[in-house]
């Protein structure tokens, strides 16, 4: 455990400190941006603890910004590479290792400042780069923020995993077609928006017959029918339909789990790969047959790209088509 309190801040100028102070938050809905001021301002007690001067003649650089802790390419740690070569910086202060980077990255950044003569300070996770055992308390603290952030998710995913089996809980946003009411708690609440159905079977039918989704997104736009209430786009399009049509919800078959989020160990960032879990049926007395034809169609693949690949039985296939003709909803 670092006793920084023990040790006085000395300024490499001889007159005052120049201290860069380091805040971050991931930019969830439930955190504030008051946390970047509350971060900054723990920093400025620390400094005061430390600097026998008045606080005011202190150099304070702050940096404050939002972005995910394991993300490499956020511009901010570059600029905090830049100003600790300069060997400006007395003092690194930040509140704990995974304001800065949620990895060892945060390590070869503090060796930086180390061999350029910035002390860090990391008072929530006891770091002091004046203690000997510096870089071994980096690195146990880049563990512990990796660790929490595995083991959460994991819980997480495995607690709504469960809810979604036992009882339909943990839905997903409603799409096109379909109503939630606002104090629903599984697929069992929703319900249909009957005044659509034509609209989509019209929609099925032709684009079974012709294979062109930009039409249908014409069709779905001239008769007024709206996208779903969580859609970034506020009109249809080709792709839109495409997915809307391939959305498993419509065939009565909900799912969760078939997406997958993986990490991207060079830069930090993710990307997402398919991992095919459950598809329970909320509808246990109903079938739903689906037609399908072993046909190619290129140009609907070069038409709507590699990520939405897709032949034309692979179309056929996902869309869904009752024997009465009337797309199933999944719930009733």
Partial sequence: MSMYRTQPLQPKNGVFPVVLNLARISGCPSQKEASLQDQHDNGVEVVSELWDGKIENVEFHLIATKGKGEDLTRPELAEVETQLRTGEIDLLILD?????????????????????????????DGIDTMDESWEEDVISACRDHVGHNAHTSKRLKQKLMNRFKRKGQATGLPIAGYLKPHDAKSYHDWSRDEASIPIIRKGATDLRRHLNCSAIADYFESVGFKVGPYCSNEKWDGKMVRRFYGNPILKGMPERGNMRTRKFHQTGTDYRGFVMLHRPHFIPNSTFPIAATPLSCPSLRRRYGPVLACSHRSLRASMPYASDGIPPPGLS
């Avoid at 980077?101 to 929530?124: C, F, K, Q």
């Fill in 96 to 124: 704990d290792i995974g304001r800065l980077v949620r990895g060892t990255e945060a390590s070869r950044l503090i060796g930086i400042g180390v061999d350029y003569g910035t002390r860090t300070l990391a008072p929530n």
